[in-house]
């Protein structure tokens, strides 16, 4: 939860900027003048950062497989770069 927070400000400013707030906004208020149902509150923020953490510790997992599979697959110049080896 903690990253969330810290990631969430970030995608939010980038997700304002490009108008995917507005759009979304729009949208929902379209679906509900024309239908009955009362539509789900979501919070388009919290989703969005989720889901890119999601993402992103998908592809780090990914990423360990290889190093797991071949340990000269994690000798690139960001880990020496980190790790200053």
Do not use: W
């Amino acid at each position: 939860m903690r990253s969330l927070m810290r990631f969430r400000p970030i995608i939010s400013s980038n997700m304002n900027e490009i108008g995917v707030t507005r759009s979304y906004r729009e949208m929902m208020d379209k679906y509900r003048s024309l239908t009955l149902i009362k539509a789900e509150s979501s919070d388009l923020d919290h989703c969005a950062t989720d889901q890119a953490l999601n993402g992103l510790l998908y592809m780090l997992g990914q990423e360990e497989k290889k190093i797991r599979i071949d340990p000269a697959a994690g000798v690139t110049e960001l880990p020496k770069k980190v790790f200053g080896t």
